[in-house]
T-cell receptor, first 113, second 117 residues
Framework: KAGVTQTPRYLIKTRGQQVTLSCSPI?????VSWYQQTPGQGLQFLFE???????NKGNFPGRFSGRQFSNSRSEMNVSTLELGDSALYLCASSLGGKEDTQYFGPGTRLTVL | AQSVTQPDIHITVSEGASLELRCNYS??????LFWYVQSPGQGLQLLLKYFSGDTLVQGIKGFEAEFKRSQSSFNLRKPSVHWSDAAEYFCAVGGGNYGGATNKLIFGTGTLLAVQP
């Protein structure tokens, strides 16, 4: 079974621009979660989508948004990029049940100049 | 508040030596506990998980972890470290304790493991 895939793997943007990252979950998985990883803040939960609905949200500004499609693929969008948004963005997928395991993709490295 | 503490930021061990990485958590209910490993520039790979039952869990690559409720700990161990184990290790806690299911994970700050030949 193919793993979680994320595109693009690397991205360079400038301040003020917006960016969209994509995540394709493992086949059959209905939950997709997004995490931001930075050297200063570590791994932080952004949001989780399950069956096209946002089920949980972390403590990030409204510039960070996401969505999930009927095939469980998910996108996250960051508008009005700031230098501090430079990070590794990780996507994880799971079946979405209670005793569940999340499987992570390789991440998208976003650099904001 | 829910939190995970990994007290050791950086650990160096000799190849063949035993390893223990510490993890303490604060959680309002029975936690689901995980250990992930991350190689440079890569995503997270699951090593092992604990949901319930036997408190000693076995994982991949020869790793094991023991859940100790009284100490709020979930330490990761390996009897003999290989050079390929050099990576960053993350402990995480999560769980469907919110009426419905949720997959939010709270991570520790990680422990960077270096292996000396």
């Amino acid at each position: 079974k193919a793993g979680v895939t994320q595109t693009p793997r690397y991205l360079i943007k400038t301040r003020g621009q917006q960016v969209t990252l994509s995540c394709s979950p493992i086949s059959g998985h209905r939950s997709v979660s997004w995490y931001q990883q930075t050297p200063g803040q570590g791994l932080q939960f952004l949001f989780e989508y399950f069956s096209e609905t946002q089920r949980n949200k972390g403590n990030f500004p409204g510039r960070f948004s996401g969505r999930q499609f009927s095939n469980s693929r998910s996108e996250m969008n960051v508008s009005t990029l700031e230098l501090g948004d430079s990070a590794l963005y990780l996507c994880a997928s799971s079946l979405g049940g209670k005793e569940d395991t999340q499987y992570f993709g390789p991440g998208t490295r976003l650099t904001v100049l | 508040a829910q939190s995970v503490t990994q007290p050791d930021i950086h650990i160096t061990v000799s190849e063949g030596a035993s390893l223990e990485l510490r993890c303490n958590y604060s959680y309002g209910a029975t936690p689901y506990l995980f250990w992930y490993v991350q190689s440079p520039g890569q995503g997270l790979q699951l090593l092992l998980k604990y949901f319930s039952g036997d408190t000693l869990v076995q994982g991949i690559k020869g790793f094991e972890a023991e859940f100790k409720r009284s100490q709020s700990s979930f330490n990761l161990r390996k009897p003999s470290v290989h050079w390929s184990d050099a990576a960053e290790y993350f402990c995480a806690v999560g769980g469907g304790n919110y009426g419905g299911a949720t997959n939010k994970l709270i991570f520790g700050t990680g422990t960077l493991l270096a292996v000396q030949p």
